[in-house]
């Protein structure tokens, strides 16, 4: 009887620890500066767009994204987001508004304030230490750790 209760005490706290860092950001954790974007259009034109000066900042913690204005100007976002095999999904973007209650965005072009295209875009990441860079068949971000 006692060594079914160490089991199971055993097994409760290996499942809360896999449940606790089940997609963990790892180095991706923390704030990251957006600097630029490149955007290539369906026609093949390509434009760039310098954040470097803006105070637009993406941070990752635990299974969150927050989008964040430091200027104040605009509203943040939070997006829930996965990383697998080398990708980032972020799904489900909502109005962060803690007093009235978070809302889904329902306006995609809001996100273009933060450098996304698109509601739920994948991107295929690479980085290290301190540059972070998102990609797409069409956008380029680039990031640097604050």
């Known amino acids: 009887m006692k ?7 055993i097994a409760t706290i290996l499942v809360s ?3 606790e860092t089940d997609n963990y950001p ?14 290539t259009s369906s026609t093949g034109q390509i434009t760039t767009t310098d ?12 299974k969150l994204l927050q989008l964040e204005d430091k200027s104040g100007t605009h509203t943040s976002i939070l997006y829930r987001f996965k990383q697998i095999d080398g990708k980032l999904e972020l799904t ?17 072009s809001y996100l273009r304030l933060f450098g996304i295209q698109s ?11 301190k540059n ?4 797409t068949d069409s956008v380029r971000l680039t990031f640097i750790k604050f």
């Open 119 to 129: 509601f739920t875009p994948t991107y295929t990441v690479s980085f290290n230490r």
């Open 51 to 62: 954040f470097s000066h803006d105070r637009i900042y993406w941070l990752f913690q635990g």
């Open 132 to 135: 972070l860079e998102l990609s």
């Open 17 to 19: 620890c896999s449940l």
């Open 3 to 9: 060594k079914n209760i160490i089991i199971a005490l």
């Open 26 to 39: 790892g180095a991706l954790e923390g704030m990251w500066h957006l600097r630029s974007m490149r955007h």
């Open 92 to 108: 489900e973007p909502y109005i962060y508004d803690r007093q009235n209650g978070d809302r889904p965005l329902t306006d995609e």
